[in-house]
């Protein structure tokens, strides 16, 4: 049989999708997957007109959301948090050597 296209729709469209054409859905990204409703599908493999078994497993994606980290493609990496607002950077924070103070303190 052919794999059909899942990229597009939503979990449950995806999931009632799967049934009808007789292949099993895995979403490692996902574990409470059979919970899922509202999110995409924005990546799968094997991708959409392959040929596989009936009963076979296609695996796909989902997009993260507007608060998970923009949609769910490229290098994950940790973001550190900028300064706070309504203040200056501290000069700490940035690399090289700080500043030291103009004038001496027991001068003549």
């Given amino acids: 049989m052919r794999v059909p296209r899942f ?5 449950m469209d995806a999931r009632e ?5 007789g292949v099993r859905l895995a979403a ?3 574990p409470g997957f059979d919970d899922l409703v509202l999110d995409y599908v924005v990546r799968q493999y094997p991708p ?4 596989i ?11 993260l959301g507007p608060h998970g980290g923009g949609g769910g493609a490229g290098v994950r990496e940790p973001r550190r948090p900028g300064p706070p607002g309504g203040g200056l950077r501290r ?9 030291v103070g103009v004038g ?3 001068g003549p």
């Fill in 7 to 11: 990229v597009g729709l939503m979990a």
């Fill in 17 to 21: 999708t799967a049934a009808k054409h």
């Fill in 28 to 30: 490692p990204d996902r």
């Fill in 48 to 51: 959409p007109d392959a040929e």
């Fill in 53 to 63: 078994p009936r009963g076979a497993v296609v695996t796909v994606w989902f997009d």
């Fill in 91 to 99: 000069e700490l924070d940035e690399s090289g050597q700080p500043e």
């Fill in 104 to 106: 001496s303190v027991g």
